[in-house]
């Protein structure tokens, strides 16, 4: 197995030797590096508005003015303090802006990915002002969009449906048709209908209109880098990332997706030493953001990535030597492949019996998995109804003043009758866990003391409490509640129980913990056992 994986490393270090990157996708990595390394210069620039803004904000007359600017700067850049700028807007907010605080709270629980939080928010959500409701249309229809690809299926076709519908609204409300807003919304829409050639003639159609900002031009180019990998071509896909990670180090925006969208490509490329060098920065970033949906999305990339890297290190420096073995190895491995197949033959038939075995028991414990699911619920929806329907006999009874009937307790609602039930379904669960418990047990006693059961009975009070113990309920206060018996009660039946057997206190309860469960026996007492309420 060793010589295979050599083998296969060596052959793939030769195919991603052959692959290389073009002269204009080295140039924008180039470029992407320069800019990486002016980041720091970046950064200084926009905390210098920051604090430019705080020192305002200690005079200014319209604090939530300066609180909303702060807002803008944070949004993207660090979600904890974009969150407690939205609390200092809720505070100085007249009651005409507390929708808009209301969107920015949802734009940055979106951004953080509390998407419930966000559509819980945007639900209620009530504003009137014209602008504001382009807003919330923007953020409710993205928000839509990320909850479908996350849910999948059904679900997610719903969530689709509503951002699709919202974006819809919002395009009819654009008026102007020309403008960079109104391709980018008719692109997402081709994109989320799965139209990718119309929707990249639209994004490169928003790209080309009035220049949007920087922040803007990221996200243009970045849906644009999605757009061509989704339709097979990853150089495109590249060039478009870099050119949205550029966008978003000159905007020091850390909310993003196109540094780890460009780690992803180079690694399909073969290049994995620069996919792990920026997988690296983009978790760096989501953790500067402190984007939990964003680190959780990297953190699935990032160790595969950096095992391959660390793979490809040790690969290049023994590559020399492999090659000069290979010929020579796989003669070697032929001949002793040969040997120790037929030696194994007989123990992989063995393995193979004793995997189908395993896979059995595993359908059977499976089975009776569902099935006591399945009868709990039952049982559980049959004591709600009968409590309702008592709940409801009593009402009537009252407003129609018959106080005699008042006394009178249904079958169904008895609660000496449901104990008896409940004590019924208990006997049948743990027998259907445990279906040899009785004999076992007995076999922990001396022979003159063991439990003999009454014609109908399942266990006795005995018993249940043993095995409730064997499921692992050790408490005595919780199996006293269980049963409906006084502390005094269990510890008693407990002492008397434990002198009836030659064991030690410690050898009785281990020997109780391996009696065996989940079998063939347990699935059809399931099955001829129905809880009834």
């Given at each position: 197995m060793k010589l295979r994986v050599l083998i296969l490393l060596a052959l793939t270090q030769v195919l991603v030797g052959a692959y290389a990157l073009t002269n204009s996708e080295k140039r924008q990595l180039q470029e992407l590096d320069a800019i990486l390394s002016e980041r720091p210069q970046i950064e200084s620039l926009k905390r210098a508005r920051i604090d430019s803004l705080y020192r305002t904000a200690i005079t200014e007359n319209e604090p939530y003015r300066i609180y909303k600017e702060l807002y803008e700067e944070y949004k993207s850049y660090n979600y904890d303090t974009a969150l407690i700028f939205v609390r200092f807007m809720e505070k100085e907010a007249t009651q005409a802006q507390l929708s808009e605080v209301d969107l920015c709270r949802a734009f940055v629980f979106h951004s953080g990915g509390l998407f419930k939080e966000a559509s819980d928010l945007l639900d209620r959500w009530s504003g009137t002002d014209s602008t504001l409701y382009d807003d919330y249309l923007a953020i409710y229809s993205r928000l839509m969009w990320d909850m479908a690809d996350n849910a999948g299926g059904e679900i997610g076709e719903k969530y689709n449906r509503l951002g699709n519908q919202s974006a819809e609204i919002l395009l009819k409300r654009t008026s102007a048709r020309d403008t960079a807003q109104f391709h980018y919304l008719s692109a997402i829409l081709d994109l989320r209908e799965k139209n990718y050639t119309r929707s990249i003639e639209r994004c490169e159609a928003a790209l080309r209109a009035t220049p949007p900002s920087l922040h803007h031009r990221a996200i243009y180019a970045s849906t644009l880098a999605h757009l061509y990998r989704l339709s097979g071509d990853n150089h495109a896909a590249l060039r478009w990332s870099v050119e949205a990670a550029i966008c978003d180090i000159r905007s020091s925006t850390f909310e993003t997706v196109a540094m780890r969208t460009i780690a992803e490509l180079l690694f399909k490329e073969g290049e994995t030493e620069l996919a792990n060098r920026y997988i690296h920065i983009a978790m760096h970033d989501a953790q500067q953001y402190n984007a939990r949906y964003r680190q959780v999305s990297i953190a699935q990339s990032l160790p595969i990535i950096e095992e391959q890297w660390m793979e490809q290190l040790k690969q290049q420096q023994h590559f020399a030597w492999s090659l000069l073995g290979v010929v020579a190895l796989l003669f070697c491995a032929g001949i002793v492949g040969i040997i120790v197949l037929a030696r194994k033959n007989k123990a992989i038939h063995a393995a193979r019996h004793t995997i189908h075995q395993m896979n059995e028991h595993l359908v059977e414990a499976n089975k009776l998995k569902e099935e006591l699911?399945?009868?709990?619920?039952?049982?559980?929806?049959?004591?709600?109804?009968?409590?309702?329907?008592?709940?409801?006999?009593?009402?009537?009874?009252?407003?129609?003043?018959?106080?005699?009937?008042?006394?009178?307790?249904?079958?169904?609602?008895?609660?000496?009758?449901?104990?008896?039930?409940?004590?019924?379904?208990?006997?049948?669960?743990?027998?259907?866990?445990?279906?040899?418990?009785?004999?076992?047990?007995?076999?922990?006693?001396?022979?003159?003391?063991?439990?003999?059961?009454?014609?109908?009975?399942?266990?006795?009070?005995?018993?249940?409490?043993?095995?409730?113990?064997?499921?692992?309920?050790?408490?005595?206060?919780?199996?006293?509640?269980?049963?409906?018996?006084?502390?005094?009660?269990?510890?008693?039946?407990?002492?008397?129980?434990?002198?009836?057997?030659?064991?030690?206190?410690?050898?009785?309860?281990?020997?109780?913990?391996?009696?065996?469960?989940?079998?063939?026996?347990?699935?059809?007492?399931?099955?001829?056992?129905?809880?009834?309420?």
């Open positions: 699911l399945g009868t709990l619920l039952v049982g559980h929806s049959q004591y709600l109804s009968t409590i309702a329907q008592y709940q409801q006999d009593v009402k009537e009874n009252a407003v129609n003043r018959q106080w005699n009937r008042l006394l009178t307790i249904p079958k169904k609602a008895d609660a000496r009758l449901q104990r008896i039930a409940f004590g019924r379904q208990m006997d049948t669960l743990l027998l259907s866990l445990y279906p040899t418990f009785v004999h076992d047990f007995n076999n922990l006693l001396l022979p003159q003391n063991r439990i003999t059961l009454k014609e109908g009975e399942l266990l006795n009070t005995q018993l249940r409490i043993f095995a409730l113990i064997r499921l692992g309920i050790g408490q005595n206060e919780i199996i006293a509640d269980i049963l409906d018996y006084s502390l005094n009660t269990i510890y008693n039946y407990k002492s008397r129980t434990m002198a009836l057997s030659p064991l030690s206190a410690d050898a009785f309860y281990r020997a109780l913990m391996t009696i065996p469960s989940f079998s063939k026996e347990g699935v059809d007492m399931v099955q001829s056992e129905k809880f009834k309420i």
